[in-house]
C-alpha cells in the first residue's frame, strides 16, 4: 500500500469552480511538498509546508498541513484549464534525509472544463 | 522553469543497448536525485549524489549506476535495457533548504 495515499484519484470540474485534494499519511511527516505534473512533462513545486497548522497560499492555490502533520489539502479556488494536470503530493519520512527517505503520492488527476 | 536540465528529452532505444541521461541540477545545488516514473509503480527514488559522492540507493537495479561529477552534474547509465524499463526519469536536484526541484524529465522508451 501507498505510504501516502490522495483522494480523490481524479476530479473533474467545471471552470470557476472551488475543489480540493487531500493527501494523507498513517506517519507523520517532516515536510509535506505538492507538486503538479502537466503529463508526461516534470514535476512543477507548488509549495512545501512544514510545521503542524501551516497554511500557504499561491496566486489561487492554498494548501494546508493539519497539526498532527499527517494530512494535507490543496485547494484551488475559481478553477481555470490551466489548472489541469496530476497533483502529486511527496514528503519526507526522516527529519533529516531529503530525497532518499521521500515519498509520493499516486496522485490525482484534475480536469477544468471550460 | 525549474533550473533542473534533463537531456535527452526523448530517446527510442533498442532492447540490450545502453543509455546514458544527462542531469545539471540548479546553481548552486549540491544534491542530485534520479527518479524512475512508470505507469505501474508511480515515483520511484533510486539514487542520490550529494557533492560528487553516493549519499543513497533506493530502488536502483544494478544494470543501472550513476554517477556526479565535479561541475555537480550527474548521469545515470542504464544498460542491458529491458522493455520494462521504459518509464519517465526524472532529475531532481536541492540545496541547503531541503526543496527539491524536478527536471522535465528524460522519456525512455525501449522497443
Known amino acids: 500500500s501507498q505510504e501516502l495515499e490522495q483522494s480523490p484519484q481524479s476530479l473533474i470540474v467545471q471552470e470557476g469552480k472551488n475543489l480540493t485534494i487531500n493527501c494523507t499519511s498513517s506517519?507523520?511527516?517532516?515536510?509535506l511538498y505538492w507538486y503538479k505534473q502537466k503529463y508526461g512533462e516534470g514535476l512543477i513545486f507548488l509549495m512545501m509546508l512544514q510545521k503542524g497548522g501551516e497554511e500557504k497560499s499561491h496566486e489561487k492555490i492554498t494548501a494546508k498541513l493539519d497539526e498532527k502533520k499527517q494530512q494535507s489539502s490543496l485547494h484551488i479556488t475559481a478553477s481555470q484549464p490551466s489548472h489541469a494536470g496530476i497533483y502529486l503530493c511527496g514528503a519526507d519520512r526522516s527529519k533529516y534525509n531529503y530525497g532518499q527517505n521521500f515519498v509520493f503520492g499516486p496522485g490525482t488527476r484534475l480536469s477544468v472544463l471550460p | 522553469d525549474s533550473g533542473v536540465t534533463q537531456t535527452p528529452k526523448h530517446l527510442i532505444t533498442a532492447t540490450g543497448q545502453r543509455v546514458t541521461l544527462r542531469c545539471s541540477p540548479r546553481s548552486g545545488d549540491l544534491s542530485v536525485y534520479w527518479y524512475q516514473q512508470s505507469l505501474d509503480q508511480g515515483l520511484q527514488f533510486l539514487i542520490q549524489y550529494y557533492n560528487g559522492e553516493e549519499r543513497a540507493k533506493g530502488n536502483i537495479l544494478e544494470r543501472f549506476s550513476a554517477q556526479q561529477f565535479p561541475d555537480l552534474h550527474s548521469e545515470l547509465n542504464l544498460s542491458s535495457l529491458e522493455l520494462g524499463d521504459s518509464a519517465l526519469y526524472f532529475c531532481?536536484?536541492?540545496?541547503?533548504?531541503?526543496?527539491?526541484?524536478f527536471g522535465e524529465g528524460s522519456w525512455l522508451t525501449v522497443v
Open positions: 506517519k507523520t511527516l517532516y515536510g
Open positions: 531532481a536536484s536541492s540545496g541547503g533548504q531541503g526543496t527539491i526541484y
